[in-house]
């Protein structure tokens, strides 16, 4: 399957090798054609059924929402929310919690999460006097299992971490993990950051039995400005909303007003209805190349770069995640600034990587470095493109002396 006729974006940027998907994914041509489509043909806004189009809208929003119960293994289409992206579906959870939580309580996060799963709960409880503590890992920076029981505590009520990390892609095992936690606490709620692992796992809410989920429509080829915030019905009707205003109050009275109920209690003002329309049709495309060979080829791109990297001399070169499937290469290159050897990768091989510290700031204590390099590919990505990178890696020795 070539899975790259679907991206125009290579035919635009021919000579790029493109390395940054875990930042953004390339678009599908579907996906950026829908939402044109929307804009040209159908265009009304929702909350009103009084025309064609303002009626075509509203079933869309509804029928987009059925696919995204079913692609994440739920049944009530109504606990999905629709929010801008992860970083604010999780603010809404950290700051949907202020009235929920009390003095002295605990969050427990990873020291590997993304600035949108620390910073919320990081000014949270700042405001609201409650503690933050973070998980041990392992020798492979994923969460030790066997030494949960150290950190949660009968004040432990919330527990946010990533599924993938955006720096290792190490894959959290959530069904143990959440299975622990239940044992020692039932009364925590866990909150599942998917940003990463939503393109490159096959998520069912219902086996991994978390109660929130955040992810973005951008990290698997769908629309930037649209993310998805799901949540089991009992939080969603204690969170408090942190937007306020048209659609998501049904009465208002002088010094009163009634919230509606879910979704819309979440959804106050225009919707980006565009994103929707696109992302719905993002998820036909999914179903018809199927999750499981886009997640299948990922994995035998990573293990081809693994096969391929022991040729060249490891001793010039630290890679902090060679183990696993994830379609993620995090490194340094030994005694050259990451940002240099990042620029030349891109100047003399046209190849896009990331580099610095990922919105993972407390990852880098981890490494022991200010700064690494990541490489991150995806379906539109080839087996040249890692002969591309190698052939770069190997080059190492003339590129130091430009550099220095
Ligand atoms: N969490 C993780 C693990 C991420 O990788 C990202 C994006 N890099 C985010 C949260 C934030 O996503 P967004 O910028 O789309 O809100």
Redesign the pocket.
Known sequence: MNFKDNFSYFKNNSKEIYFDS??TAIKFDKVIKAQSYYDLKIGANTHNNLFDNAYKANQMVSETRSKIAKFIGIDDKNEIIFTS????S?NQLAFGMRNYLKKNDEILLTKL??S??LLPWMVLAQEESLKIDYLDLDENFLIDISKLKNKITTKTKIISF?M???TTAGLNDVVAIVKEIRKLNKKIIIIL?L??SIKHNKINIKELEVDCI?F?T??IYGPFGL?ILWARKEVLEFLKPIFYGGGNNISISTNTYKLASIPDKFEAGTLNLSAIYAFNVCLDILEELTLEKMIAYEEELKKYFRAKVKDIDHKKFEFYNLENDQPIVLFNMKNVNSQDFGSFLNKKYNISVRVGK??SRLANELFKVSSTIRASFSIYNTKEDIDKFIEALKDCDNWINEIL
């Open positions: 875990a930042a992206g992860t970083t604010h999780l999460e993304h949108s799963n990533a993938n990390s955006n950051d940003a990463q955040a973005s951008h990290k993310g990922h919105c």
